[in-house]
């Protein structure tokens, strides 16, 4: 079980919901010695995995977007896994049908963006698939709104998640 200090979620409530995601995410990845692997996830709940799968998707896309997210070898975890659905049940509903949205674009682009290439070529890719800007600045619009949804789910079903410590 994961255990986070009761006076850590507190600062981090107050700091914001960017913080307080990321304290519960930085729990969940050091309990499971910093690395998603098939094996790890065994060790954790579907909240947990959806906790990870949310801010993976978040860093990749706020950082390079479903390109470098699917280049980078997460679009199985993302968009093969039951993520969108999870969302949904959140309360995330339009992040939900971005994720189905981005499910279809890595349906039929995921070989080519997996693809061994040089640096050159990995950018040339942000050129080919203009369709993932669409869905990168769909993303960026509602991210503030999809972190404050995924905090206010971790604060409804903090057990879900972790156990306090005084």
Not at 55 to 71: A, F, K, N, P
Not at 91 to 107: C, D, I, N, T, W
Request: hydrophobic residues 45%; glycine residues 6%.
């Amino acid at each position: 079980m994961i255990r986070i200090k009761e006076a850590a979620v507190i600062a981090a409530a107050n700091e914001g919901m960017d913080a307080f995601v990321e304290l519960f995410y930085n729990a969940t990845m050091e309990a499971i010695g910093g690395s998603l692997t098939a094996e790890s996830m065994q060790q954790l709940n579907a909240d947990q995995i959806t906790l990870l799968a949310y801010c993976t998707y978040r860093e990749e896309v706020m950082d390079g977007g479903h390109v470098q997210l699917i280049h980078n070898g997460y679009g199985p975890f993302i968009f093969l896994n039951p993520f969108a659905k999870a969302m949904r049940l959140w309360g995330a509903k339009e992040f939900s049908k971005l994720v189905y949205s981005g499910r279809k674009f890595y349906e039929e682009n995921h070989e080519a963006l997996i693809a061994d290439c040089t640096d050159d070529e990995f950018m040339a890719m942000f050129e080919q698939y203009p369709e993932a800007d669409d869905l990168d600045d769909e993303f960026i619009e509602m991210e503030e709104q999809v972190t404050e949804t995924v905090a206010r789910y971790i604060d409804e079903h903090l057990s879900a998640f972790a156990e306090m410590e005084p």
